[in-house]
Nanobody, 113 residues
Framework: QVKLVESGGGLVQAGESLRLSCAAS??????MGWYRRAPGKQRELVAT???????DYGDSVKGRFTISRDNAENTVYLQMNSLKPDDTAVYYC?????????WGVGTQVTVSS
C-alpha cells in the first residue's frame, strides 16, 4: 500500500524558514515533489525532483526554496527560506511511478506578516 506522510508544516513569521519532509512507502517512486494550494486559488507547482537529482521549481519560489531527496529512504524534503505571507497554503507531497501518481494529505504552512 502506497503511503505519503508529510511533516514540518506550521506557523512562522515572514522572513523565517521551514523544512517540510515527506516519507513515501509502498513502492519505488520516480519523480517526487511538492505542490501547494492557497485559499481561493488553484493548486500550483512548488518543486519536483527526479531520482537523479534533476529539479524544477515554480517561478514564485525560485531562489528561496530548495528541494532534495534521499532515494534510499524514499523521502523528499523542501527547505523553505525567506518565507512570505503569499506562501501560506496547504502543501501536498506528490510521488509518481511509471503507472500512477500519489498525493499526501497535505500540511498547512502559514506565514504571518
Amino acid at each position: 500500500q502506497v503511503k505519503l506522510v508529510e511533516s514540518g508544516g506550521g506557523l512562522v513569521q515572514a522572513g523565517e524558514s521551514l523544512r517540510l519532509s515527506c516519507a513515501a512507502s509502498g513502492t519505488i517512486f520516480s519523480t517526487m515533489g511538492w505542490y501547494r494550494r492557497a485559499p481561493g486559488k488553484q493548486r500550483e507547482l512548488v518543486a519536483t525532483i527526479t531520482p537523479g537529482g534533476g529539479t524544477d521549481y515554480g517561478d514564485s519560489v525560485k531562489g528561496r526554496f530548495t528541494i532534495s531527496r534521499d532515494n534510499a529512504e524514499n523521502t523528499v524534503y523542501l527547505q523553505m527560506n525567506s518565507l512570505k505571507p503569499d506562501d501560506t497554503a496547504v502543501y501536498y507531497c506528490y510521488a509518481e511511478t511509471s503507472v500512477s501518481g500519489y498525493w499526501g494529505v497535505g500540511t498547512q504552512v502559514t506565514v504571518s506578516s
